[in-house]
Every structure is written in structure tokens, then in C-alpha cells.
């Protein structure tokens, strides 16, 4: 049998992987359309705040490791068509030689692409001119290029999610001042806004310039220097800088699947079922290209690392006779900005409202461990809860990155993927010594302070 992967980042390699390690007599090859497969794009703010160094460590294994495991790699080739009914995939390599791979299973990881939100200029300029994107090992070279030769001194960031962010902090530490733009009213958009407040005002104490409500509408290049305009509570603005990120999202890819039949849903994303099936005969797809399966949402989009992980392992095992199913996505998240640590998993209120349940969301603060141990420190968590049936719903938490942020939200998310309600998770029989917790923890804490509002709440109706 001959399983035929698209894609050398987490989908592609993932499935890959499953296949050859549940049956070594496999034959799989990995076309990947640049020369890095299996690094770790979100590791590359890291690289540029020098924290990761060299670039190589950015490779989650390296291209012998890949092929220890028994897996083909073609390197700088580009799939460029699907024959479905004669089960060949059409490929281009970096020279220009064309050619056609014969499979019995195919698994297209084609992932996303940068989005740009109808900025004007993005068309026009490019890395030589200071105006960058950050999506893959080309991006990143491209940028560090800039940074050592021309040596800038200022930039803006376009977006203020979690790449956004993290090079806010990354292009602070190399010295430059930075000015980040935010369409929406807060930082981290993924967060209620009283939640990013804590991470824009973590922005402002390292200096970085916050400007939100703000829409970008061209970049512009003007002798040496770059300018951004846009409006902010719809007046016009302008901000000059010596670079600019524009980091606004993706948009997945789908074209070659879709030439080949496939159908789109749900942000434009190709539909694929739990076992990762796209409806074309012998062929699964993975990764940021398709659907999400989320356990309280039902299907949607929501392009993710860990989701691309879980399902190229579902569609590797499902390739080759198997019948895994992907178990969906809670949307849990977390990311570093400076000293501050922010998380969530599951639903907010609007999205609550969206899947029919009856939301409430309650913010308690609770420390990180017993006050009298030396070094305690406070974590904002927000609950959100259904105040029919009392089922936990989601969780949101900002604290200090020595508060084990990442640890206490997988807490909920386990909690979520369960299907538990607000008031179980005080059964929980969870780990207390006063320098690392309390014998509540805090994330039991939070669920309990959401249980007392909700009862008063409800004696008020």
C-alpha cells in the first residue's frame, strides 16, 4: 500500500507517523512544498526574541529522523492536482519538472495562508521594502534579513492576536519600539474584554504603543519610511514605523481539493467528517484546510496546532484501514506576553448563546498558592457556565507566568471534554502544598464563586 501525505508540517507529518507506526510494511511518502518539514511555526516568535537559536532547533525532528521512521520525503514540490478517479497526484518540483505520484490513500494537509483583510499595498510591497508576513521558515528568514541589514528602529504590528503578541514582545526584547493595532476594542480578541485589559496593560508597562478600535486600511512606503493608515473610532489616523507585521490571521487552502470535488463549509474550510473523510474516494485531508469538529459548537472553524496533531493522526490510522474518529476541539489556548500568562478554553457568553445553552460568566481572582508562602500571586478567572443544567461551559484565566496558567486551564478542558458541570469541579481531587496551591484551588475557587452568584441570581428572578 502507498499513502501519499501533502503537507511536511503537523497535519502531513502527524499522519505520516500513525501510519507507518501502527503498520511498517506502509510505503508513505511526504510531499512538502519547502524544504523544512516538521518545524515548529509556533516557535518562531522564540527564534526572533533570540530565546531559540540556531534556526534548526525550530525542527521539531530533523529530516533524518523523519526518514528513520521508514517515510519518503520530497522536498520543494508542489501538488498541484488531484486525479481522483485514477488516483495520481500531480506534483511540480522546485526546477520545474513535472510529474504524478500513484497512491492508494491520499492525505492533502495543505493548511492556511496568511490573511491580509483587504489592506491596501499588501499586494505591492513586500519583505524588501519592510512589509512582512509571518506564516512559514521563508517568512522568518525574510524578516531576520531585514532586522540585521537594515537595522530598524520602529515597527507596527498589525493584529493582536496571539502571533501578534508574541512578536510584540519578541521585536521589544531586539530593541525596537513597537506600535501594535487592534481592530477590536481589546488585545487577544479570543478573551472578554476585561481579560485582555490585563495583557494590553502588560503590553504598556514593556512599552509597546496599543492602539485599539483601530481599522488598517493601506501600508504605504514613502522614501525610507512606512505608513499605516486606517481610522480609529472612525477618525482618520496615520503611523509611521522602519517595518510592519501585518499578522491578522489565515485563510485556509483549498484549492486543490476542491478542484478535485471537495465541498467547503464552515470558514470556507474543506468539510471533512469525524474520520477525517473529505467524500472524495481514498481521500482524507487534516490540519488548518478543513472543518473543526468542536464538542460544544459542532462544526466549525478554528485553525489550531494541537487540533492539526490529533486529526492527521486520525486520518494516518483511517488511511490505512483503520476507524479512529476525531473527538473534537474545545478551542483550548494559551499564550506568553512578557511576564503574563493568558488562557481559555471552551465557550464565552456569545458563542454559549450561539450553541443554545444559557450562559452566565462570573470573574473571580484567586492566588496562585497560600498567601503566606512567600511569592503568591493573583489569577483572574472567568467562568462561564449554563445556568439551566449548571454545565461548566468555559474558562478564561490571566496570571503571572509562574501561576501554572497552562496547566490550570487544561484543567478545565479536561473538565470540558467530560461534559462535567460547575459545581463537580469542587469534587475534583486535585493537588495542594502551600508553595504550589491551596486546598481549594484556585481553579476551584472560581467555579465555586460562580456557583454563589448563579444561586443569587437565581433567587432574584
Known amino acids: 500500500m502507498h499513502l501519499v501525505a501533502i503537507g511536511g508540517s503537523d497535519a502531513g507529518i502527524s499522519t505520516a507517523l500513525r501510519a507507518r507506526e501502527l503498520d511498517p510494511s506502509v510505503d508513505v511518502t511526504v510531499v512538502v512544498a519547502d524544504a523544512y518539514p516538521n518545524f515548529s511555526i509556533c516557535g518562531i516568535p522564540y527564534f526572533f526574541s533570540r530565546e531559540v537559536q540556531p534556526w534548526q532547533s525550530l525542527a521539531h525532528r530533523t529530516h533524518a529522523d523523519l526518514e528513520a521512521t521508514g517515510m519518503a520525503l520530497r522536498l520543494d514540490t508542489l501538488a498541484t492536482g488531484i486525479d481522483v478517479a485514477g488516483q495520481t497526484l500531480a506534483?511540480?518540483?522546485?526546477?520545474?519538472?513535472?510529474?504524478?505520484?500513484?497512491?492508494?490513500?491520499?492525505?492533502?494537509?495543505?493548511?492556511?495562508?496568511?490573511?491580509t483583510a483587504g489592506i491596501a499595498g499588501l499586494d505591492e510591497l513586500g519583505p524588501d521594502d519592510g512589509v512582512h508576513l509571518l506564516h512559514s521558515m521563508g517568512d522568518t528568514f525574510a524578516l531576520e534579513?531585514?532586522?540585521?541589514?537594515?537595522?530598524?528602529?520602529?515597527?507596527?504590528?498589525?493584529?493582536?492576536?496571539?502571533?501578534?503578541?508574541?512578536?510584540?514582545?519578541?521585536?521589544?526584547?531586539?530593541?525596537?519600539?513597537?506600535?501594535?493595532?487592534?481592530?477590536?476594542?481589546?488585545?487577544?480578541?479570543?478573551?472578554?474584554?476585561?481579560?485582555?485589559?490585563?495583557?494590553?496593560?502588560?503590553?504598556?508597562?514593556?512599552?509597546?504603543?496599543?492602539?485599539?478600535?483601530?481599522?488598517?486600511?493601506?501600508?504605504?512606503?514613502?522614501?525610507?519610511?512606512?505608513?499605516v493608515t486606517g481610522t480609529r473610532h472612525g477618525e482618520p489616523v496615520a503611523h509611521t514605523a522602519d517595518l510592519v507585521l501585518v499578522v491578522v490571521g489565515v485563510r485556509p487552502n483549498t484549492e486543490l481539493l476542491t478542484a478535485a470535488g471537495a465541498s467547503t463549509g464552515a470558514g470556507g474550510a474543506v468539510v471533512v467528517d469525524e474520520q477525517m473523510r473529505t467524500g472524495l474516494p481514498n481521500v482524507w485531508a487534516?490540519?488548518?484546510?478543513?472543518?473543526?469538529?468542536?464538542?460544544?459548537?459542532?462544526?466549525?472553524?478554528?485553525?489550531?496546532?494541537?487540533?492539526?496533531?490529533?486529526?492527521?493522526?486520525?486520518?494516518?490510522?483511517?488511511?490505512?484501514?483503520?476507524?479512529?474518529r476525531f473527538a473534537g476541539s474545545l478551542g483550548t489556548q494559551v499564550v506568553k506576553v512578557f511576564d503574563v500568562v493568558a488562557a481559555r478554553t471552551g465557550l464565552r457568553d456569545h458563542e454559549a448563546v450561539a450553541a443554545d445553552f444559557a450562559p452566565h460568566s462570573h470573574t473571580a481572582i484567586a492566588d496562585d498558592h497560600k498567601r503566606y508562602y512567600p511569592g503568591a500571586t493573583p489569577i483572574s478567572i472567568r467562568i462561564t457556565g449554563d445556568t439551566r443544567e449548571g454545565r461548566l461551559l468555559g474558562a478564561q484565566l490571566v496570571g503571572t507566568r509562574g501561576a501554572e496558567i497552562s496547566k490550570r486551564v487544561d484543567t478545565y478542558a479536561a473538565a470540558l471534554h467530560h461534559g462535567m458541570t460547575v459545581a463537580e469541579m469542587s469534587d475534583l481531587d486535585l493537588s495542594y502544598t502551600p508553595p504550589l496551591g491551596s486546598p481549594w484551588d484556585a481553579v476551584q475557587m472560581a467555579t465555586q464563586a460562580w456557583e454563589r452568584e448563579a444561586r443569587a441570581l437565581a433567587l432574584t428572578r
Open 286 to 324: 487534516a490540519g488548518d484546510g478543513v472543518v473543526t469538529h468542536h464538542r460544544l459548537l459542532g462544526v466549525t472553524y478554528l485553525p489550531l496546532g494541537t487540533t492539526s496533531h490529533k486529526q492527521g493522526r486520525v486520518a494516518g490510522e483511517n488511511a490505512i484501514g483503520g476507524d479512529a
Open 145 to 227: 534579513r531585514y532586522l540585521d541589514d537594515r537595522e530598524p528602529q520602529s515597527a507596527i504590528i498589525v493584529g493582536a492576536g496571539y502571533v501578534g503578541l508574541e512578536m510584540a514582545e519578541a521585536l521589544t526584547v531586539r530593541g525596537l519600539h513597537v506600535t501594535q493595532l487592534q481592530r477590536g476594542p481589546e488585545v487577544l480578541s479570543t478573551l472578554d474584554p476585561e481579560l485582555g485589559s490585563l495583557v494590553h496593560d502588560e503590553l504598556t508597562r514593556h512599552g509597546v504603543d496599543v492602539r485599539t478600535d483601530t481599522r488598517v486600511a493601506s501600508v504605504a512606503r514613502d522614501g525610507g519610511r512606512l505608513t
Open 91 to 115: 506534483v511540480r518540483a522546485a526546477d520545474g519538472t513535472e510529474s504524478t505520484i500513484p497512491y492508494d490513500a491520499l492525505m492533502v494537509g495543505t493548511g492556511a495562508s496568511p490573511a
